[in-house]
């Protein structure tokens, strides 16, 4: 029952999930992150069960990390994308499958803004635009109709929020909150949360 979103703009990466922490029929959190800094130029949203959520995005950051430290040089976000697909894939393929759903974006000095769609079977994806989970399916037509190759952040911005208001009018849960987070040549900055009350406002 969660939502991520995630924009491609010429030189930057826009990311916004949902921050509500269910349990059958019972929310315990409406403030939780499910956006993770994997490194200095790298985002990984998230969504899935609580464990393997945390656990997965923990263990590919982590040796993203050991990557570095061993090799002096960080990988950029298209061989992060590869790297995580091809974990997905062998704990597939194992007794103790991880049940996530991530968007993995990026930006990189020489391939620029990267953005990756990456389903719990591992299928992978390079894509301008993307969104996982139930608030997809009523995000999908309106990235459609007001994307383009030369967006900016503040169009972004605004594309998210036409897709949260969609999401909170028309899907039966309750997702008040979502968090935003954008990546670009200057690093990772965390933008104000869409809310239903900054919708209203």
């Known amino acids: 029952m969660e939502t991520l ?7 930057f990466v826009m990311l916004a999930a949902d921050c509500t922490h269910a349990h059958s029929i019972m929310v315990l959190k409406d403030d939780e992150s499910k956006i993770y800094k994997v490194s200095d130029k790298i985002l990984m949203a998230a969504m899935g069960e609580a464990g393997d959520r945390v656990q997965f995005v923990e263990y ?3 040796n993203i ?20 697909r091809k974990n997905l894939a062998d704990y597939l393929r194992s007794r103790t499958p ?13 391939d620029g ?9 591992a299928n992978s994806l390079p894509v301008s635009y993307a969104a996982h989970g139930y608030g997809g399916m ?5 990235f459609d109709r007001y994307h383009h190759e030369k967006i ?12 949260v208001a969609e999401v909170q009018k028309r899907l039966i849960i ?10 670009d040549k200057n690093g990772i900055k965390e933008l104000d949360d869409i809310t239903a009350a900054s919708l209203a406002a």
Do not use: W
């Open 138 to 142: 009523f995000s999908a037509s309106i």
């Open 5 to 11: 979103l995630g924009v491609k703009g010429p030189d």
């Open 113 to 121: 803004a990267q953005l990756h769609y990456i389903d719990y079977l």
């Open 60 to 62: 590919i950051s982590k």
């Open 174 to 183: 309750n997702l008040p909150n979502f968090k935003v987070t954008v990546i």
């Open 152 to 163: 900016n952040q503040e169009e972004a911005y605004d594309i998210l929020k036409k897709c």
């Open 65 to 84: 990390l050991l990557y570095k430290m061993r090799n002096g040089y960080d990988l950029g976000p298209k061989s992060a994308g590869h790297f995580t």
């Open 98 to 110: 991880y049940h996530v759903n991530l968007l993995v974006g990026g930006y990189d000095e020489t």
